[in-house]
Structures are given as C-alpha cells and as structure tokens.
C-alpha cells in the first residue's frame, strides 16, 4: 500500500519543535463584564506569520499574514432542523493542539512532500448543542470543518459560513457551476454584485502587496459541493448551489480552505488542498503498479465525425504506437460498434487485442449519464474492463456536487481502483484532493480547456489559479483545426503542454500531423510527471506567464502570452544545475505567421540568457536536455 510517515506532537498548549512562540493566545473581549461566549483565541502557522482568530458568541474567524488582513471577521454556521444555526450562542472550550510534520508521496511530482501544519479542536457548544470546530494553518494557507459525534444526526437546511475579503482587492472568478469551464473574469471585489453565484475555485490579489489567496474546499465526504454566493462589499456565503435540504449522521464537514501565498512561485506550490484531503488507506491500492501515467492519442477533435468508428479508433492504436505514447482513448460512440452491448465489447476486445502487440493501453469512454448509476451494472462493467485488459475509464457528463455525486465520485475510484481501473473525470466538480485518497484518480477537467477554444487571457489566469487543484486534463495542442487554435501561436499551443500537467495527459492533435510539422521531437517525448517547477521573475497574472519545469535531467521552459499586446522578454537560465551543458531545441513565434514558429538548436548553460519577441495570445516553448 501507498503509506505516508510522520510525526505529531500533541496535548493543550503543546509547542512543537519547529516553533518558538506559543501556538494560541487567548484574550478577553476587553469587557469587564467579560463573560464565556466572547472569547478570542489567535492561533498561529508553524512559522508564525499566519495567524488565524477564532472568536466565540457568533462563531466568527478571521486571518492575517504579516500583520495584513485577508479574510474579516466572517461568521462560521449551518442552519438546521427548527431553523436554528448552530453557529451562534456558542461557547468555546480550550484547544487540543497538534503539531504535525507528515511526509507522503506526491503522486503529481512522483517526489516526497512535506505537510507541516498546527492543528486545532475546540469543543464547542452553542446552547445544549455540542460539536467541535477543527481549525488546521499551513505556511501557505488554513482550513476549518465542523466535527460530530457519531450518533448525531443532522437535517441541514443551509450553510452560513462566509468568506469576507477586503474590498480593495482584485478578484478572479468564473460561473459555471456545474463544470468550471466559464471564462475567468477579473473585477475589483468591492464592485462584485450582489447574489451572483461563484464557482470554486475564487481567488483575490491584494495589488502593490505580493499577496494572494483563494477560497475553496477539501475532501468532501457525504455532503454536497459548495459555490460562493456574493454579498456585495467583499462579502461572500457559502452556497450549496446543487442540493436543496439534506441528512448528515456523524462524520464532518468538507474542509474549508483559504490558501494564502506572498509570492507567485509559492502559489504554484500551495499544496493545501492535497495536504487537507484524507490519506490514501484502501487495500486496492497495494502494490499498484498498474497506475500508471502517460499521453495518450485522441480523435475526437481532429476528426469529431469519423472518431466514433472503430476503424478510427484502430488507425490511432498504430499512431499512438507510432508517437510513443503509452495510451489510445476510445471515445463516446463504443456501444453503437454493435447491436448489442455483447457485441460492442467483442468489438472493444479486438481494439485491446491490436493495442497490447503495439504496446498501447486502451482507455474507454463513458457517460455518468449511463447505467453506471445502478450499483450492479457498474460492478459488471468494471469486472469486463478488467477482463478486457482496459487500462482506464474517462467518466463524463457528470455536472453535478449533489451529495449523492460527491460520494459518487468516491465510489467510482474505489471500486475501479478494486479492478485495477484507472479514471479521468469529465465535466467534474473542483477538484478537492481526490486523488491523495484514490491515487488512480489520475486527472479531472474542470477547467476551460481547447472544446472551448484556446483563450490567451484565460492562459495567463489559470496556472495561477485552478491549477492550485492539481491535474487539468486540458486537451492540449490541437492546433490543426481553427476553433480550437482560435488567435494564439503554435508556440502559445506549445506552452499549453508544459504548463498545464496531467497524469494522464490527452494530446488533442492528430500525431502525424505533430510529425509533418515537426513538432514530434518536442511533443513524443515530454513528460507528463514533473519532478520541478518554477513560476520565474516577470510573471503577472492575467499578462504573462513564464515557467520553468525539471524531469529528471531534462529542462523545459515555456511562456504564455496575453492577447493584450507584443511582447519581448529576456530569460536567464538560472535554473540550470550549475556547470552543466544543455542542447536547447528551442521554439519562437514568427511575428507575421500566426500558424508559424521558428525552431532552433544551440548549446547553452546557466550563464545563458534568451531574448525572446513574442506575438499577442503567444508563447514560447524550449526543451534543454543535459550533455
């Protein structure tokens, strides 16, 4: 099994070795007649520049980062039966405090991570109603949850919780509920309008300060997903957009997170939202060599028409073969290669058959709109795939965070991961840590990917933004048809492969077109598993975008450019290991050719620089291998 070490220090007022200060402090509200129910409790991060205050009377917590306010007092509740919200006439008790320094493997990077966190449980009880409130502070981030006894049973009629940020920030936001494919729109939060619902993931910038963070949540367990309804002024509640009342018994709420990050670099290192999410523990995931990353070829957009023919699918069994890449996706239209199911699969068995001699695995197409729903029906549909030798399932259609969806998605994982099935989920919920708990979640979208065609703007915004969930199955690199190029460079299409990761990663574009343009030598052999990444000096949200990425002893850059304007920058390649060589197979824009690009090979090290002119909505791509 996928185990995780690590060490806790816990008790009341417990210090952990790599702190110096106390954890909490407790104050009085000031009042002389200051009585339980107004307290206050600030609780620090594991360096200390984090501090989060909890507050008694109406339940309410705020957050700071070197002294500067990024969430306001903001109220913490749920409206339950009898309308009564448990939030409020609350008394807190003392902390149990956790200290904790965890190592585990991050299944994105294939490299041993750190979650160092303080962790925080006050017993509360709001009149004869008892529960406790879980407050956990990362470096980079916090998260709180409700917990309950076992035998409490909850009819919740709403969640109160709210996010209040300071109006003078920059807010970066889209409205697309059901599958986060919205085009991200940016405004002055202090303008926002009042109930407009927000998808998660939400995120703000603090201008002038070097400050951003992002309200979301984390492993959600029995209960539905949660959207942000604006209030206006900075205010935001929680919305649970897709379910109307609904039963809890024990258990907790999701977690919800707030990241907070001082520069763009550790943003795209936040790993908060991993870090919350319950580690793996299921037996179907020992010795799970069949999880396994890789590209896989796609027809769907090159050829829509013809892509649901078997004979289509065949031909790009050998092109998959032909590119290297390890898996071939058989799309929507696999049930129609017959009469009947019986006959599809035998169909599906002949794809398998040719792939396993090209050693090409086979990932299928299916709807949630489907039987997959009927627990029977999909425990025989995982036993045949298993039985057929498929490697993995593409679940679509599913635009939903009812709290039956939510546990769908659970289900769905555990009992593929039972037949060795990996899954990639379509027109999904945000993505909330699954894949640390079910690790042969290799991908989801939940982003605005090439089906809505390439957006240069959007380019700039969401490395810095849903990419914080991890895994994107974008469906990069399909420059060959028009509306999914729209205006940006083949260089802009370039940097879309290496900015944007995948576990299981769908190259959109037909591999001999990649060939006859040249562009196999890059493509063929890019990683999908990072083991480094850097954002550099220059990037600004919503204009530019320059990353450095490390596998193993190869190097990539690449640069996304706004639709805004030409731009040339200079690069440094600093990145490098000192005194090493690398040849540079490097890729620029040609200025006057949309469809053109220019490609170069020189050897260079870390004293080297590039001047680099690139078109509006273009990019920049470059790949240094070690000599």
């Not at 500067?68 to 003392?94: F, K």
């Not at 965890?102 to 004869?128: A, C, G, M, Q």
């Not at 942000?228 to 897709?242: I, Q």
């Not at 995982?382 to 289900?411: A, N, V």
């Amino acid at each position: 099994m996928m185990r995780e070490t690590g060490r806790r220090l816990l008790g009341i007022g417990a210090r952990a070795r790599f702190a110096a200060y106390s954890l909490f402090e407790k104050k009085s509200s000031g009042d002389s007649n200051f009585t339980p129910g107004t307290e206050k409790y600030i609780l620090k991060s594991p360096d200390g520049a984090l501090e989060v205050t909890v507050s008694g009377g109406r339940l309410t917590y705020s957050a700071a980062v070197g002294g500067i306010t990024v969430i306001e007092p903001s109220e913490i509740g749920l409206l339950i039966q009898g309308g009564r919200n448990i939030g409020e006439n609350v008394t807190l008790g003392e902390p149990k405090i956790e200290s904790c320094e965890e190592t585990y493997r991050d299944l994105d990077t294939e490299t041993d991570i750190t979650d160092r966190h303080i962790n925080y449980i006050f017993p509360v009880r709001s009149k004869k109603f008892r529960y406790s409130l879980e407050v956990r502070i990362w470096n980079d981030g916090f998260g709180f949850r409700l917990l309950f006894d076992k035998n409490t049973g909850l009819l919740v009629a709403d969640e109160l919780t709210q996010f209040n940020v300071p109006g003078d920030t920059v807010c970066r936001y889209q409205t697309d509920l059901k599958k986060m494919q919205g085009k991200t729109l940016t405004q002055k939060t202090s303008e926002l309008s009042q109930s407009e619902v927000f998808s998660c993931m939400t995120a703000f910038e603090f201008p002038g300060k070097s400050i951003y963070i992002m309200i979301t949540e984390s492993d959600i367990e029995n209960y539905p997903g949660m959207a942000l309804r604006s209030l206006g002024a900075g205010r935001f509640k929680t919305e649970l957009w897709d379910t109307d009342k609904f039963f809890i018994k024990g258990g907790k709420t999701p977690w919800r997170i707030v990241t907070v990050c001082r520069s763009l670099d550790q943003l795209i290192h936040c790993r908060v939202i991993t870090h919350a999410a319950a580690p793996v523990n299921d037996k179907a995931y020992e010795n799970a060599e069949w999880i396994r990353p890789g590209k896989s070829a796609w027809s769907y957009f090159i050829d829509e028409e013809h892509s649901r023919r078997f004979e289509k699918i065949m031909e790009f069994n050998a092109l998959a073969q032909e590119a290297g890449y390890e898996y071939n996706l058989a799309d929507n239209g696999c049930r129609d290669w017959a009469k009947t199911e019986r006959g599809a699969f035998k169909k599906v068995k002949e794809l398998v058959d040719d792939a396993e001699k090209r050693s090409v695995g086979i990932w299928l197409w299916q709807s949630a709109m489907d039987k997959v729903w009927f627990t029977p029906y999909r425990r025989r549909f995982f036993k045949k795939c298993e039985k057929l030798g498929i490697k993995g399932i593409k679940l679509d259609h599913i635009e939903s965070e009812t709290q039956f969806m939510t546990e769908f998605y659970r289900r769905f994982a555990r009992e593929a991961a039972e037949h060795k099935l990996m899954v990639i989920y379509h027109n999904p919920q945000k993505p909330t840590g699954l894949r640390r708990t079910f690790p042969n979640v290799m991908s989801m979208e939940a982003i605005r990917g090439l089906q809505c065609k390439a957006d240069a703007d959007n380019d700039t915004i969401l490395p810095f933004t849903r990419m914080l969930g991890g895994n994107a199955d974008y469906t990069p690199l399909c420059f060959s048809v028009p509306r999914c190029l729209n205006e940006v460079s083949i260089c802009h299409m370039l940097a879309s492969a290496v900015i944007y990761n995948s576990a299981f990663f769908t190259v959109s574009e037909d591999p001999s077109i990649l060939k006859a343009h040249g562009l196999d030598s890059f493509v063929s052999p890019l990683p999908v598993v990072w083991n480094e990444t850097h954002v550099l000096p220059g990037s600004k949200i919503g204009e530019i975008a320059i990353f450095a990425r490390r596998s193993e002893n190869k190097w990539y850059a690449a640069v996304f450019n706004s639709a805004q304007s030409e731009r040339k920058i200079n690069l440094p390649f600093s990145f490098f290991k000192d005194g090493a060589k690398y040849e540079a197979e490097i890729y620029t824009d040609n200025l006057t050719d949309q469809r053109g690009y220019n490609k170069v090979k020189i050897a260079v090290t870390s004293a080297d620089s590039a001047d680099i002119a690139m078109r509006p909505s273009g990019g920049f791509a470059a790949v240094f291998r070690e000599i």
